[in-house]
């Protein structure tokens, strides 16, 4: 999975750079915006679990591996170029463990500064909560946050890659549980 989604990155920074070599900034971002409107994303993360549970004063945690995600996005970006910008998403994915498939819901803010029409960072705040599959659904949304880099192809499409943390707890049955969803995640992003 690891060589994919490296073979994935490389390719499309690859393609990305050589159509910035081929495209001058001017014809790109004539009016300074690097990408602004209405975004649709595909989301690609590959995330680590993280569960505390605490039930009579005993505790007891594990950590695995996600077998898999995969996930989608609505939101809004304003990246104007050397200047403070936004963007905000609501996100599903499908995050499969063992056999089980999950839903989760994500929203996001953040805050963003787009170098040139072609390079931007971003990070934020999110709210992810389970929608469905096992009793995760009964946890609540807590803060999480994410962070990345962006690299736009054109004005319309565009690839990020960054970090995510995601968090959910409450209590499911008398004990205590704590979730952290957190690693890679790559989107593809289309803004019209």
Known sequence: ??????????????????????????????????????????????????????????????????????????????????????????????????????????????LAYAFTSILNVKGGLNLSKFTSGTNNEKLNPAIGFQGGLGVQVSKNFGLDIGYTQMNQSGSLDGVNVDIKESGLEIGLNGTF
């Not at 790109?28 to 605490?54: F, N, Q």
């Not at 996005?73 to 999950?102: H, I």
């Open 1 to 110: 999975m690891k060589n994919q989604v490296t073979a994935f990155l490389v390719t499309a920074l690859v393609a990305s750079m050589s159509f910035a070599q081929n495209t001058s900034t001017a014809k790109m971002s004539d009016d300074g915006i690097a990408s602004k409107g209405v975004r649709i994303s595909v989301l690609k993360p590959v995330l680590e679990a993280e569960i505390k549970a605490s039930y009579k004063g005993q505790s007891f945690g594990t950590k695995e591996k996600l077998d898999d995600a995969l996930g989608f996005s609505v939101g809004y970006a304003s990246l104007p170029v050397q200047e403070l910008g936004w963007t905000a998403n609501l996100a599903y994915m499908d995050v499969k463990n063992e056999g089980t498939s999950t839903g989760m819901m994500r929203a996001d803010g953040n």
